[in-house]
């Protein structure tokens, strides 16, 4: 690996770094603010719906694309 590859390297880790802080930053103010505005458990519900939404809807969308994939692939066989 060269210097300079190296070096680019670091860079982005130090970036992804920086990223993710200020990504905790933003969430941790956000979570207080929506606290103190609307309740704690409003911000619960919120928060878990999209927390658990985030985690489910890549699947969901994989398992959709494949049904939706295997319909036109029985449709376009020929009939017996």
Do not use: K, N
């Not at 190296?6 to 606290?35: K, V, Y």
Request: aromatic share 4%; with cysteine.
């Amino acid at each position: 690996m060269t210097t300079q590859t190296s070096h680019m390297h670091r860079d982005l880790e130090s970036d992804q770094g920086l990223a993710l802080t200020l990504a905790a930053l933003i969430l941790t103010g956000t979570g207080l603010l929506a606290s103190c505005w609307v309740g704690p458990l409003a911000t619960f519900t919120v928060t878990a719906v999209l927390i658990v939404a985030a985690y489910a809807v890549p699947g969901l969308t994989r398992r959709l694309a494949i049904r939706r994939a295997g319909r036109e692939l029985l449709r376009s066989l020929p009939a017996d």
